[in-house]
């Protein structure tokens, strides 16, 4: 831009709004960001971000953007015991029947509880000179100016006093999650709605927190333990946490949802394709009960392809597109939306709906390709199957099982989990002659892998 503008506004303070408010900072004289939640000044589970209690992922390329909108953040954390390491190398994968080979990619990653990540990300953007937040407050609505086509500000509510002010903005910056009022406001002012995509998988999450000792889990940051679809509909998801702690998730999909009895939930871990996350929960001690959470469907909208969008208003994180959580995609696309919308408002507030919306959905492609893609093999899931979907599967069951044991295969298949390429990659030439020429193991491989036990940074107890 070649001139700051006057004020922003962000719909929303979990981490995309925080990402969001991060990126508007270095644009914007003032922004403020408006949350319904008293906003807590410690690590706490709050009533907006529900889904918090569970194991939640961060991909390499979520990791690089926070890292450097956030100098020393990443060390914070580390310091708190949060453990950093390779995301192939220090964290386990069990997936189609086998364990992904170990070995450093070179993909840095941290595991730590969404509630300490937020808080930690929020204290910063806090310190930030021009930020400002205005929590306990409802968003009533935008001001929408109809003779200039754009919206002006925004309505809002304090949830004690009942009083309403409308605070004056450039830019109002939907960031409220898969909730969102977007769709009807944009109707309402004669836009119409975005076209709307849904993929409904039922999903269910059972979570409880256990003492971590040094040396548990394969001396690893935690892992994911993953059926085989179709026939397997369970999965469990192992990560180490500040404070000495393993967050521990079991997933199940297609409405096998799992327990929250305690004897039930572990019976639940036994059944998992592999013993060690019930290994691990019969050995730990248990810190809290048990927290359940459902997730009904992955919903795209699809911005980008409204013919008319209103100036100065813009819709970004879960708002957009809203995954299956179980893939741990969703912080990670927030932190490389933010990084779009920064570098878009570098070239000023006209057409940026446009330029912002054609960015995110070349960034929402790659995550929304490998969760529906992975969630449209159960037979029961309905959507559109795209041709080939079958060759398409096999392929990439080949994939799984060579990356087992090959290194250049398996990095290949983490750039694209991590958002760090497109799903084709895995076609490349040089990727598919290794794919489609290499034997098959025979066995399931190890959590060992190739790399020394001595990568993770962990704090002692």
Same mark, same amino acid.
């Given at each position: ?49 529900? %889904? ?140 119409? %709605? ?96 048990i927290a359940s959470y459902r997730f009904p469907a992955n919903q795209r909208r699809l911005y980008e392809r409204m013919k008319r969008f209103p100036g100065g208003y813009l819709v970004t994180g879960d708002a957009v597109c809203s995954f299956n959580p179980l893939y741990g995609q969703g912080m990670s696309v927030a932190a490389t939306e933010a990084k779009a919308l920064d570098d878009e408002l570098a070239h000023g507030l006209h057409g940026l709906a446009s330029r912002f919306y054609a960015r995110t959905s ?17 037979? %029961? ?71 020394? %036990? ?8």
């Amino acid at each position: 831009m070649s001139e700051r503008q006057s004020s922003a506004v962000v719909l929303g303070a979990s981490i995309g709004g925080l990402l969001a408010a991060r990126a508007l900072s270095a644009h914007f004289d003032r922004v403020t960001i408006v949350d319904r939640d008293v906003l807590p000044h410690a690590e706490e589970i709050r009533k907006g971000v529900p %889904q918090s209690a569970h194991a939640h992922g961060l991909l390499a390329s979520g990791y690089r953007v926070m890292d450097a909108y956030f100098p020393g953040l990443m060390d914070e954390l580390a310091a708190r015991g949060a453990p950093r390491g390779d995301v192939v190398g220090d964290f386990l994968w069990f997936q189609y029947g086998r364990w992904k080979l170990r070995h450093h990619a070179a993909l840095p990653g941290i595991t730590v509880s969404r509630p300490c990540l937020e808080c930690a990300i929020r204290h910063r953007v806090q310190a930030l000179p021009n930020v400002t937040f205005l929590d306990g407050t409802d968003a009533v609505k935008p001001v929408f100016d109809v003779a200039a086509g754009r919206v002006t500000g925004l309505i809002v509510r304090g949830r004690e006093s009942q009083s309403q002010e409308t605070l004056g903005a450039d830019l109002v910056v939907d960031a409220s999650g898969r909730g969102s009022q977007s769709p009807a406001w944009l109707e309402e002012w004669g836009f119409g %709605q975005p076209a709307t995509i849904s993929v409904k998988i039922n999903v269910g999450y059972a979570t409880r927190t256990f003492e971590r000792r040094p040396g548990e889990f394969f001396n690893s940051m935690g892992g994911i333990v993953a059926g085989t679809p179709p026939a397997d509909t369970r999965y469990g998801a192992v990560l180490a946490a500040e404070d000495n702690r393993w967050v521990v998730t079991l997933v199940g999909s297609v409405g096998d949802y799992p327990p929250t009895d305690e004897k039930a939930w572990t019976e639940f871990a036994a059944s998992l394709p592999t013993p060690v996350v019930h290994e691990l929960v019969s050995s730990a001690r248990p810190l809290t009960a048990i927290a359940s959470y459902r997730f009904p469907a992955n919903q795209r909208r699809l911005y980008e392809r409204m013919k008319r969008f209103p100036g100065g208003y813009l819709v970004t994180g879960d708002a957009v597109c809203s995954f299956n959580p179980l893939y741990g995609q969703g912080m990670s696309v927030a932190a490389t939306e933010a990084k779009a919308l920064d570098d878009e408002l570098a070239h000023g507030l006209h057409g940026l709906a446009s330029r912002f919306y054609a960015r995110t959905s070349k960034i929402i492609d790659i995550p929304w390709l490998i969760a529906t893609g992975e969630d449209l093999r159960y037979p %029961q899931v309905e959507g559109q199957r795209p041709a080939g979907f079958g060759i398409v599967n096999r392929y990439l069951e080949r994939v799984h099982a060579i990356a087992s044991h090959d290194q250049v295969v398996c990095r290949k298949f983490f750039d694209v989990l991590n958002l760090l390429a497109p799903p084709t990659s895995l076609m490349a030439p040089p990727v598919a002659w290794r794919v489609l020429t290499s034997r098959l193991p025979n066995d399931s491989g190890t959590p060992w892998g190739l790399v020394p %036990q001595t990568n993770v940074e962990i704090a002692a107890p």
